[in-house]
């Protein structure tokens, strides 16, 4: 049985496009569109500005047959070393199509770059797949962005554009964006216009550039909730009621599940120490931050199975099973069992 293409890296295909080691055909796809696009971009840019009239060929699958992209895929670049030829929106396509491709695949032509892109999608293909892999093919999967990734994600980035950023930034940063790459390069690249070389990235920083209140976000009412702060809590809640678009409930409520979960977890781990406890909850490093040194003074295992169902009780009736409460009254009503769960079943 036939072994599985191993996709290359986003930075490693980056890599080999910069330093002009190019394949003769490249398949990318996945439901991380952002990554896509970025690639599509430098594929783009092989070809000079001034020769793409001639050189390069974008085709959209819904638009074209088969046939044409491989006629297209044949002909030789005109006073070029390559010509590139795009196939975009190709997971549209079923897999009769699309396989069609496998007859160009069988022998590509060494000066086209062909390349099959599927935004959002993994393609539905195998034969084209299998003649283009034996036939030094390269495979790019772009997978959504885990929750829990756009921390190093958001460092990572802000690093390579020479800049830094206080935890507590960064904590806001990956509440706002979540797991959108298209936004958190965005969003960060705002900061990066606005900044000079080396400068520090702070909450006051964010909330001028990008908007994020510096007092009143998801960070600050886990905060809240991990000193039992009832009265930050609920004005926080008050300026989320007031401006629902830029603090939507189903962040809140995911932010705050994550919270109390993570504190059951370390008040059932063993070893106490911060390394450990950063660990039980796939935390890197081996630093704490204060919210969970807090909680877990203030809150017991039986009042967080409590708080825990009480947080599942409210997300349900979001989506209207039981309630068609406002949101927002859901919220109140989930951080008042929050702050007075007595922690018994």
Same mark, same amino acid.
């Given at each position: 049985?036939?072994?599985?293409?191993?996709?290359?890296?986003?930075?490693?295909?980056?890599?080999?496009?910069?330093?002009?080691?190019?394949?003769?055909?490249?398949?990318?796809?996945?439901?991380?569109?952002?990554?896509?696009?970025?690639?599509?971009?430098?594929?783009?840019?092989?070809?000079?500005?001034?020769?793409?009239?001639?050189?390069l060929y974008t085709f959209y699958a819904p638009e074209v047959e088969?046939?044409?992209?491989? =006629?297209?895929? &044949?002909? $030789?670049?005109?006073? *070029?070393?390559?010509? %590139?030829?795009?196939?975009?929106? #190709?997971?549209?396509? /079923?897999?009769?199509?699309?396989?069609?491709?496998?007859?160009?695949?069988?022998?590509?032509?060494?000066?086209?770059?062909?390349?099959?892109?599927?935004?959002?999608?993994?393609?539905?293909?195998?034969?084209?797949?299998?003649?283009?892999?034996?036939?030094?093919?390269?495979?790019?999967?772009?997978?959504?962005?885990?929750?829990?990734?756009?921390?190093?994600?958001?460092?990572?980035?802000?690093?390579?554009?020479?800049?830094?950023?206080?935890?507590?930034?960064?904590?806001?940063?990956?509440?706002?964006?979540?797991? =959108?790459?298209? &936004?958190? $390069?965005?969003?960060? *690249?705002?900061?990066? %216009?606005?900044?000079?070389?080396? #400068?520090?990235?702070? /909450?006051?920083?964010?909330?001028?550039?990008?908007?994020?209140?510096?007092?009143?976000?998801?960070?600050?009412?886990?905060?809240?909730?991990?000193?039992?702060?009832?009265?930050?809590?609920?004005?926080?809640?008050?300026?989320?009621?007031?401006?629902?678009?830029?603090?939507?409930?189903?962040?809140?409520?995911?932010?705050?599940?994550?919270?109390?979960?993570?504190?059951?977890?370390?008040?059932?781990?063993?070893?106490?120490?911060?390394?450990?406890?950063?660990?039980?909850?796939?935390?890197?490093?081996?630093?704490?931050?204060?919210?969970?040194?807090?909680?877990?003074?203030?809150?017991?295992?039986?009042?967080?199975?409590?708080?825990?169902?009480?947080?599942?009780?409210?997300?349900?009736?979001?989506?209207?099973?039981?309630?068609?409460?406002?949101?927002?009254?859901?919220?109140?009503?989930?951080?008042?069992?929050?702050?007075?769960?007595?922690?018994?079943?």
């Amino acid at each position: 049985m036939a072994k599985a293409p191993k996709p290359v890296t986003f930075d490693e295909l980056k890599s080999q496009l910069k330093s002009r080691r190019f394949s003769p055909i490249y398949i990318l796809h996945g439901e991380e569109g952002y990554y896509i696009d970025e690639l599509l971009k430098e594929f783009t840019e092989i070809i000079p500005e001034a020769d793409r009239d001639f050189n390069l060929y974008t085709f959209y699958a819904p638009e074209v047959e088969m046939d044409t992209v491989m =006629d297209a895929c &044949r002909r $030789y670049p005109m006073m *070029s070393d390559y010509q %590139v030829v795009i196939l975009k929106e #190709a997971q549209t396509l /079923p897999q009769t199509v699309l396989d069609r491709l496998h007859l160009y695949a069988q022998q590509p032509t060494p000066t086209t770059i062909l390349v099959v892109s599927g935004r959002g999608a993994k393609l539905k293909t195998k034969e084209f797949m299998a003649q283009a892999m034996t036939h030094g093919g390269v495979l790019f999967e772009s997978n959504k962005l885990k929750e829990g990734s756009a921390n190093n994600i958001i460092s990572g980035f802000i690093k390579e554009k020479g800049l830094n950023i206080e935890p507590k930034g960064l904590s806001m940063l990956c509440d706002y964006v979540g797991t =959108d790459l298209s &936004r958190i $390069y965005n969003e960060v *690249s705002k900061l990066t %216009v606005a900044l000079p070389q080396g #400068a520090m990235i702070t /909450p006051e920083t964010i909330e001028k550039h990008i908007g994020i209140s510096k007092d009143y976000n998801n960070f600050e009412l886990v905060n809240a909730l991990s000193n039992k702060n009832a009265k930050m809590a609920f004005t926080i809640l008050d300026h989320f009621r007031s401006d629902p678009k830029n603090n939507p409930f189903v962040v809140t409520i995911s932010m705050v599940w994550n919270f109390f979960s993570n504190l059951l977890v370390m008040l059932y781990t063993k070893d106490k120490n911060e390394a450990s406890l950063c660990s039980a909850i796939g935390r890197k490093g081996n630093w704490l931050p204060p919210d969970y040194k807090n909680g877990m003074k203030n809150y017991n295992a039986w009042q967080l199975i409590e708080i825990l169902r009480v947080i599942r009780r409210a997300d349900a009736s979001s989506k209207g099973v039981g309630s068609r409460m406002d949101p927002y009254d859901q919220l109140h009503d989930m951080i008042y069992h929050i702050l007075t769960a007595p922690g018994k079943i």
